[in-house]
């Protein structure tokens, strides 16, 4: 099947009360581990990829690779999203590609790392929308900043620093008309979330509920969502690494936000994790072994379990057969005439 609009993605997880998993990539196993998940879940699934990985895949050998996912798989709708796009020109150059969904991360100057102002942000993320629905594909903004910096993009600080203020999440809206809306809630990226193992109050469950009482409608974002399992750490830790003690998002906060309206959980620090402690194992226990298959193997095997957990816990699993897909053309057709119009549903505080 052709790669699909992540707003069909959305929208049928929407109807069907459960998220989409978005893994991020960087190269072939990346993508098969993810694609073997999915098979074996039967689960729709959105691929992103970060500038960085675009960087360092050359852009063409990845999207190619993700094409070649698409027509092995035919079975399961697939979105290519351009992950944390930092300007217009990004979000383009990844639509001009071929990419479904692209994220203007306006949250942030086009450096990634110095936080812009409200106005900045609606403007870029505006234009994007134009450009992007245009061409039948898809837009996720931000508002609020994330903590945390992974390959020099992020402002950095405690994922607390920025959190989402629920008026301006739906002004933003209103403004952008962006299809999916990220929202800071106390998450960062990378393995370093939380110092201690959160309870309930550590991530901003209430912003996150205000925010879907007054937007319904709205496909809601949680970026930062690794869990950071401590069986992961510890496989690294076990074969050499140095990792030291920390916890990420408790999949149960999670599920409570899929419960409320979201829609996109973006995972990468736990297939990182997976990734490395396989790699690490292989070394540290058959240092003789040289040839690549021999550690790339067990690492895309550790991935693919990951993968298919998530998928399972945050629902997607056994939707893919659900629907079919909808032309990138036609999706572009119903931004024109209104039939995917993207003003929200607003309702009183
Ligand atoms: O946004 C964070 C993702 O984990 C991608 O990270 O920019 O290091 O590829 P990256
Ligand atoms: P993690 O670092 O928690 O996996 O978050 C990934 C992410 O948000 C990518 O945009
Ligand atoms: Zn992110």
């Known amino acids: 099947?052709?790669?699909?609009?992540?707003?069909?993605?959305?929208?049928?997880?929407?109807k069907g009360g459960y998220g989409v998993g978005a893994f991020n990539?960087?190269?072939?196993?990346?993508?098969q581990a993810i694609m073997m998940a999915a098979k074996e879940t039967k689960s729709p699934v959105i691929v992103q990829a970060s500038r960085g990985a675009r960087q360092f895949a050359e852009d063409l050998y990845l999207f190619r690779l993700i094409q070649a996912a698409a027509e092995l798989n035919p079975e399961i709708p697939i979105a290519m999203h351009q992950d944390h796009g930092n300007s217009y020109e990004t979000c383009k150059s990844?639509?001009?590609?071929?990419?479904?969904?692209?994220?203007?991360?306006g949250s942030l100057k086009a450096d990634g790392k110095t936080p812009a102002s409200f106005d900045e942000n609606v403007e870029v993320t505006r234009k994007v929308v134009e450009y992007a629905h245009e061409r039948g594909v898809t837009v996720e903004g931000e508002i609020g900043v994330l903590g945390g910096v992974e390959d020099g993009h992020g402002a950095g600080g405690s994922g607390l620093d920025h959190i989402t203020d629920p008026d301006q999440a739906v002004e933003f809206a209103e403004k952008t008309g962006v299809d999916a809306l990220a929202i800071a809630i106390g998450t960062s990226h990378g393995a370093y979330k939380f110092t201690k193992k959160p309870d309930g109050s550590v991530l901003k469950m209430d912003v996150l509920l205000a925010i879907h009482k007054r937007l319904p409608n709205t496909h809601l974002v949680m970026h930062g969502s690794s869990s950071v399992p401590k069986d992961l750490q510890d496989i690294i830790n076990k074969y050499g690494g140095n990792l030291k003690e920390t916890w990420g998002v408790p999949v149960e906060e999670i599920q409570l936000g899929i419960r409320n309206g979201v829609r996109k959980i973006n995972v990468d620090t736990d297939?990182?994790?997976?990734?490395?402690?396989?790699?690490?194992k292989v070394f540290a226990e058959t240092p003789e072994k040289f040839d690549p298959r021999d550690y790339l193997k067990p690492a895309r095997e550790a991935m693919k379990k990951v993968v298919a957990q998530r998928m399972v816990e945050f629902g997607q699993a056994g939707h893919a057969g659900d629907y079919s897909p909808v032309s990138i053309e036609q999706i572009a057709k119903g931004y024109k005439d209104g039939s995917l119009s993207t003003q929200?549903?607003?309702t009183a505080k």
């Open 1 to 14: 099947m052709p790669l699909v609009s992540m707003r069909q993605l959305l929208d049928e997880a929407a």
């Open 344 to 346: 929200p549903l607003v």
């Open 271 to 280: 297939n990182r994790l997976a990734i490395t402690g396989a790699i690490r």
């Open 94 to 105: 990844a639509i001009d590609l071929g990419y479904t969904s692209v994220m203007m991360d």
């Open 25 to 31: 990539v960087n190269d072939m196993e990346q993508i």
